[in-house]
């Protein structure tokens, strides 16, 4: 809200260093497509390896951990918990699962944060309902010493502010006036500062943070684990947090830092993509498909060299067998002889 109002100010100048940031990330999104596209098995695998980091790492942030052993069967089984942690970990996957699926739907306001903090803090008395008491967030120092870092919002101001947030954030993402991204990073600053809820606050502002780019066309969320990012880069975390607050209630302070932050961790996010993918072993059976594919993608009469680019970690021996097994079953026919033979899928 505070930070979300700053950025409508007539003088508002972005800093250089956001522009680059913004830049390459327009050049990751470019390619989100293409890689979408060309591995389907792997970015299933990535999606599952996804979930469970996710789950993992957003709640060990906040000191929730269990037994390595037990996290597959916590995160993709049905049997029964062991104890709480096991339920936070399992809440959160059923947040991101949410999330991943239904992602379209799902507006960004009051009603869908409050459901996003039911799901991923089911043990908690007051799970999916704002904070009734004002609180503080407290800091800890190496010497034992404790101090106040920053009061949030009260609790009876809590609830508009929510709802004034979600609106202000709606409208500067269609209005497109700031760059959408700085906007996801603001709003995601407003909601901490905010601290809607008496615990749990920050494992919900990472599932805002997935949701919001998945409304600003930026999926690779759902293939790389955002929430280990932040947890390998928490000490930058909470200096750019600490800093960006302060002054947060008047309106006077520095929203840069954490905004540029959290633009790192994206390009973080998408440098990891590009490599799981290039690095992600393909199987046997999965690259049967994968040039089946291909195959059936194409609209028009294609080159075998064209198949080749689609699918570059297939073998020419094995797209030749696939595509001779394709031509028996009438699947494909061959137009043209020699060098300039092309493929057409029959059909098409």
Same mark, same amino acid.
């Given at each position: 809200?505070?930070?979300?109002?700053?950025?409508? @100010?007539?003088?508002? +100048?972005?800093?250089?260093?956001?522009?680059?940031?913004?830049?390459?990330?327009?050049?990751?999104?470019?390619?989100?497509?293409?890689?979408?596209?060309?591995?389907? *098995?792997?970015?299933?695998? #990535?999606?599952?390896?996804?979930?469970?980091?996710?789950?993992?790492?957003?709640?060990?942030?906040?000191?929730?951990?269990? $037994?390595?052993?037990?996290?597959?069967?916590?995160?993709?089984?049905?049997? /029964?918990? #062991?104890?709480?942690?096991?339920?936070?970990?399992?809440?959160?996957?059923?947040?991101?699962?949410?999330?991943?699926?239904? *992602?379209?739907?799902?507006? #960004?306001? @009051?009603?869908?944060?409050?459901?996003?903090?039911?799901?991923?803090?089911?043990?908690?008395?007051?799970?999916?309902?704002?904070?009734?008491?004002? %609180?503080?967030?407290? =800091?800890?120092?190496?010497? %034992?010493?404790?101090?106040?870092?920053?009061?949030?919002?009260?609790?009876?101001?809590?609830?508009?502010?929510?709802?004034?947030?979600?609106?202000?954030? =709606?409208?500067?993402?269609?209005?497109?006036?700031?760059?959408? /991204?700085? &906007?996801?990073?603001?709003? !995601?600053?407003?909601? /901490?500062?905010?601290?809607?809820?008496? $615990?749990?606050?920050?494992?919900?502002?990472?599932?805002?943070?997935?949701?919001?780019?998945?409304?600003?066309?930026?999926?690779?969320?759902?293939?790389?684990? +955002?929430?280990?990012?932040?947890?390998?880069?928490?000490?930058?975390?909470? =200096?750019?947090?600490?800093?960006?607050?302060?002054?947060?209630?008047? %309106?006077? *302070?520095?929203?840069?830092?954490?905004?540029?932050?959290?633009?790192?961790?994206?390009?973080?996010?998408?440098?990891?993509? =590009?490599?799981?993918?290039? *690095?992600?072993?393909? &199987?046997?059976?999965?690259?049967?498909?994968?040039?089946?594919? @291909?195959?059936? %993608?194409?609209?028009?009469?294609?080159?075998?060299?064209? #198949?080749?680019?689609?699918?570059?970690?297939?073998?020419? $021996?094995?797209?030749?067998?696939?595509?001779?097994?394709?031509?028996?079953? !009438?699947?494909?026919?061959?137009?043209?002889?020699?060098?300039?033979?092309?493929?057409?899928?029959?059909?098409?």
């Amino acid at each position: 809200m505070k930070t979300l109002e700053q950025l409508l @100010a007539p003088d508002l +100048i972005i800093p250089t260093a956001t522009v680059w940031s913004l830049n390459e990330l327009a050049e990751y999104r470019g390619k989100q497509e293409l890689f979408t596209k060309q591995a389907p *098995h792997k970015l299933k695998r #990535l999606l599952e390896h996804a979930l469970i980091e996710s789950a993992v790492c957003s709640n060990r942030i906040e000191g929730v951990e269990i $037994d390595a052993k037990r996290v597959g069967t916590v995160v993709f089984g049905q049997g /029964l918990l #062991l104890d709480r942690n096991e339920e936070e970990i399992r809440g959160y996957q059923s947040a991101l699962s949410w999330i991943h699926e239904d *992602h379209n739907i799902i507006s #960004l306001d @009051a009603d869908s944060i409050r459901k996003m903090h039911s799901l991923s803090c089911p043990t908690i008395w007051d799970s999916g309902l704002f904070k009734e008491k004002d %609180g503080e967030i407290i =800091e800890k120092h190496v010497d %034992g010493r404790v101090s106040i870092r920053f009061k949030p919002t009260s609790a009876k101001k809590t609830p508009d502010a929510i709802e004034g947030l979600s609106q202000s954030l =709606e409208r500067l993402i269609k209005e497109k006036t700031i760059p959408p /991204l700085v &906007v996801w990073a603001a709003h !995601n600053l407003d909601f /901490l500062c905010i601290h809607p809820f008496r $615990d749990g606050n920050g494992r919900v502002s990472r599932l805002l943070l997935l949701l919001t780019l998945y409304h600003l066309g930026f999926a690779a969320g759902r293939y790389v684990s +955002i929430e280990r990012l932040i947890e390998q880069n928490k000490e930058r975390y909470d =200096e750019t947090l600490k800093i960006s607050s302060q002054g947060w209630h008047e %309106g006077k *302070h520095d929203p840069w830092p954490y905004i540029n932050y959290l633009l790192y961790i994206l390009k973080l996010l998408y440098a990891d993509f =590009e490599y799981s993918i290039d *690095h992600t072993p393909v &199987v046997r059976g999965e690259k049967t498909e994968a040039v089946r594919r @291909a195959i059936l %993608g194409f609209k028009a009469p294609f080159h075998v060299r064209e #198949l080749q680019q689609r699918c570059p970690e297939v073998s020419l $021996d094995m797209i030749r067998k696939i595509m001779k097994d394709m031509s028996r079953d !009438n699947e494909i026919q061959c137009v043209g002889r020699g060098r300039n033979a092309h493929w057409q899928v029959i059909g098409n």
